[in-house]
């Protein structure tokens, strides 16, 4: 097993950081945070840094923003699927916001993380924000705004991730502590039953990804790590995120998509936790060995 430190990335931090996607068309990373309901946009050097260009909230003011999508396309122009605290808002070129779904309206929960399967359909999850019930739910959102609950049992649905094939569907249940996996048709949208693929008991199990060698990458929230397994569930490789214990999420991002960009967090966090942790909230980047599978762009409609 190998083991290394990932280079911080950004001089600014973020409360939650999150759900880093890599748009190659354009050549930049989106990310979120979660707490601040902002979106974050910048570009990559040579050397691995994040130079952060744009950042922008929604007219909805929302009070969180769970997740950004691949670039979506709507009449072949690109724009921006979110998840905004409790829907789905596709933002066009313009700038303008149109409603897609809403999901979990007036309920104690917001919408977490989400990912865009083969055919361009969308998939996101909740998280509590009251006590812990583990009734959150992860839904499938057709291309036509269509909505079907594919689990209504979990205690934070998170990382999501599907096979290159896209025939099998990873997902996260960070309050239980594991990473489960089932098979999914990509033509229907129908997803099969669940098994577990990995427990992480040392650690809160958060954003995922898959390299083109079928290993999936797990960031791991209170270690301050990322955790590489093999196809068969065996830990091969950790990458390590000193000084920013909360690492929240992973994306394969550059030309190659060998540069693994890692987001973290300071989430209830004291000053002096953030003294003892400089560096939470930042982006970090490493360059891995295997390139990371690309991210699906959202194709639905409003």
């Known amino acids: 097993m190998t083991t290394w430190d990932a280079d911080v990335a950004t001089t600014a931090s973020y409360e939650l950081g999150e759900g880093p996607v890599w748009d190659p068309e354009r050549a930049i990373l989106r990310w979120v945070d979660i707490l601040g309901g902002r979106v974050h946009v910048g570009s990559l050097d040579d050397g691995g840094g994040v ?11 929302p009070a969180t923003l769970g997740a950004v999508a ?7 122009e690109p724009g921006t699927l979110l ?5 789905l808002v596709f933002v066009d070129v313009d700038g303008g916001e149109h409603l897609v779904a809403v999901l979990c309206a007036d309920e104690p929960r917001r919408l977490n993380d989400g990912v865009t399967d083969p055919l361009g359909r969308y998939l996101v999850g909740s998280a509590p924000t009251g006590e812990r019930t583990f009734a959150e739910r992860l839904w499938l959102v057709d291309h036509d705004g269509t909505v079907t609950v594919l689990d209504d049992d979990l205690g934070l649905s998170n990382g999501l991730a599907f096979s290159a ?11 239980s502590h594991v990473v489960r996996v089932r098979p999914y048709d990509a033509v229907t949208g129908t997803a099969g039953g669940r098994s577990d693929f990995v427990r992480v008991d040392d650690g809160f199990p958060d954003g995922i990804a898959l390299d083109a060698d079928g290993h999936l990458w797990v ?9 590489r397994f093999s196809p068969e569930g065996t830990l091969v490789d950790v990458v390590r995120t000193p000084g920013a214990p909360q690492a929240t999420n992973v994306a394969f991002a550059g030309e190659d998509r060998r540069t693994l960009v890692i987001t973290t967090a300071r989430e209830n966090m004291t000053a002096q936790d953030v003294a003892d942790h400089p560096r939470s909230g930042r982006l970090f980047t490493t360059r891995v060995d295997v390139p990371g599978l690309p991210a699906r762009p ?3 409609t409003t």
């Open 219 to 227: 960031a791991v929230f209170g270690q301050g790590e990322v955790r």
């Open 298 to 300: 959202w194709r639905g």
């Open 51 to 61: 130079h952060e260009q744009a950042s922008f909230s929604l007219a909805y003011a």
């Open 70 to 76: 691949a670039p979506a396309f709507l009449d072949h």
């Open 165 to 175: 094939d896209g025939g099998t569907l990873f997902s996260v249940d960070t309050f």
């Open 83 to 87: 998840a905004a605290h409790d829907r």
